[in-house]
Nanobody, 115 residues
Framework: QVQLVESGGGLVQPGGSLRLSCAGSESRYLFSFMGWYRQAPGKQRDLVATISSSGNTNYADSVKGRFTISRDNAKNTVYLQMNSLKPEDTAVYYC?????????WGKGTLVTVSS
């Protein structure tokens, strides 16, 4: 059973930075796509960014220019560097990965942007 383990969430002031990490538990699984979604209280879960195994990226308009997604295929790990954070970025961030047509989700990590 593949598990995705996120880390790096926390409390940060507006304008600050955080880096999220998500590691797949089984190194033999090559994830074709990895990415991050987020869900704010009372709202639906939305796409933040995705990255393919070849490095092609896709971002939500709200984070373009501020967030950067990257991955290390050897470590089966995806990262999300978040800069210039805003209070509206506050949410639970979920890691997502696709392998052989199967979807996998992490349990989520809370990011709170507040002064």
């Amino acid at each position: 059973q593949v598990q995705l383990v996120e880390s790096g969430g926390g409390l940060v002031q507006p304008g600050g930075s955080l880096r999220l990490s998500c590691a797949g538990s089984e190194s033999r699984y090559l994830f074709s796509f990895m990415g991050w979604y987020r869900q704010a209280p009372g709202k639906q879960r939305d796409l933040v960014a995705t990255i393919s195994s070849s490095g092609n990226t896709n971002y939500a308009d709200s984070v373009k220019g501020r967030f950067t997604i990257s991955r290390d295929n050897a470590k089966n790990t995806v990262y999300l560097q978040m800069n210039s954070l805003k209070p509206e970025d506050t949410a639970v961030y979920y890691c997502h990965a696709v392998s052989a047509g199967m979807d996998y989700w992490g349990k989520g990590t809370l990011v709170t942007v507040s002064s």
